[in-house]
């Protein structure tokens, strides 16, 4: 004899699925804490120019999404903090120059095209923050360039003098200026040494394995150490790969995004691997200086067919 049971036992939706007791609200305001500090930073270094653009994203975000659900009949979800944590993401991928409509396009896209068409967080099987800024640096790669900050700052930014210069423009700039943001770059770009202890503190706390994270920086490091043994005068060192640009916000902040990444083991490091590996290839040959956000989607569109790699069942022949 079948029991009646509530319709609500037998609902389907979309992940993150959690089973001890943590919740996405949970997970979405630990990351926005762990990313204070380098927010602190970047407004420090660039001025209110760099509280504009983590202001105007975040604030874009929770208003597109809110307006979105309504015309989808969804309900509003702003109080998880998921759209606001896309939105700060996409700023750290912005210069401190970019003029306030870029920051809002830019945002409202990620709302929109990253996540809303595919019904929402959690079904999403791209990073958002990825997409907005690829359909940035795509669509006005003139206000995208970090060059332009030249004309308010005597510093340069680290990938754009290699592509453009070679390795020898980059003789001067030291790991430890790389470390602790002394050049220019985007607000998760310049700052590699407060970006990765933000991560490690993700990965004390639990919010993300080490798996994904740890791999693509063995890729990026593996693969860049493969180009530096061919020719060191052509290409960078490796550590410079894994200092400069976005490396460190990808691997702790992209990458790991929870609808857009593997779920067991050997495809999670598969995964890294590989974004790791896309990230050097589109530096050396790509005609942007910093491939890692066109990384992550490549590598998402991975994902599916990584997933059928399966752990072998308890009993399973």
């Known amino acids: 004899m079948v029991s009646q049971q509530s319709p609500s036992l037998h609902t389907v939706t979309a992940p993150p699925f959690w089973h001890c007791g943590r919740t996405v609200t949970g997970d979405m305001y630990r990351l926005l804490v762990a990313l204070v500090p380098a927010a602190l930073l970047g407004v420090y270094r660039f001025g209110y120019d760099a509280l504009t653009v983590l202001a105007v994203a975040g604030l874009t975000a929770v208003i597109t999404e809110a307006l979105i659900q309504r015309l989808m009949e969804q309900s509003p979800s702003a109080h998880d903090f998921t759209a606001l944590a896309d939105g700060i993401l996409l700023a750290?991928?912005?210069?401190?120059?970019?003029?306030?409509?870029?920051?809002?396009?830019?945002s409202a896209v990620t709302i929109i095209l990253g996540r809303m068409v595919f019904g929402g967080f959690g079904g999403s099987p791209v990073c958002a923050p990825a997409v907005g800024w690829c359909v940035l640096t795509v669509s006005w790669p003139a206000y995208m360039d970090l060059n332009g900050m030249l004309l308010r700052w005597d510093l340069v930014e680290p990938l754009s003098e290699l592509k453009y210069f070679g390795v020898e423009a980059i003789s001067g700039i030291s790991l430890s200026s790389l470390v602790f943001g002394q050049n220019l770059g985007a607000l998760g770009a310049s700052q590699?040494?407060?970006?990765?202890?933000?991560?490690?503190?993700?990965?004390?706390?639990?919010?993300i394995r080490w798996y994904i994270p740890v791999s693509y920086l063995a890729g990026v490091f593996g693969t860049a150490l493969i180009y530096w043994l061919i020719d060191p005068q052509l290409y960078a060192s490796p550590l410079f790969h894994l200092l400069a640009g976005t490396t460190m916000f990808t691997?702790?902040?992209l990458l790991p995004y929870p609808s857009a990444s593997p779920v067991f083991r050997i495809p999670m490091i598969l995964f890294g691997l590989m974004a790791g590996a896309l990230t050097i290839l589109i530096r050396v040959y790509g005609i942007y200086p910093d491939g890692a956000p066109f990384a992550v989607l490549l590598a998402n569109l991975c994902t599916p067919l990584l997933d059928l790699i399966q752990p072998k069942p308890f009993g399973g022949r």
């Open 92 to 106: 750290f991928l912005l210069p401190a120059t970019a003029p306030w409509w870029l920051v809002v396009v830019g």
């Open 192 to 207: 590699a040494g407060l970006v990765l202890a933000a991560g490690v503190a993700l990965l004390c706390m639990g919010q």
């Open 251 to 253: 691997a702790f902040f």
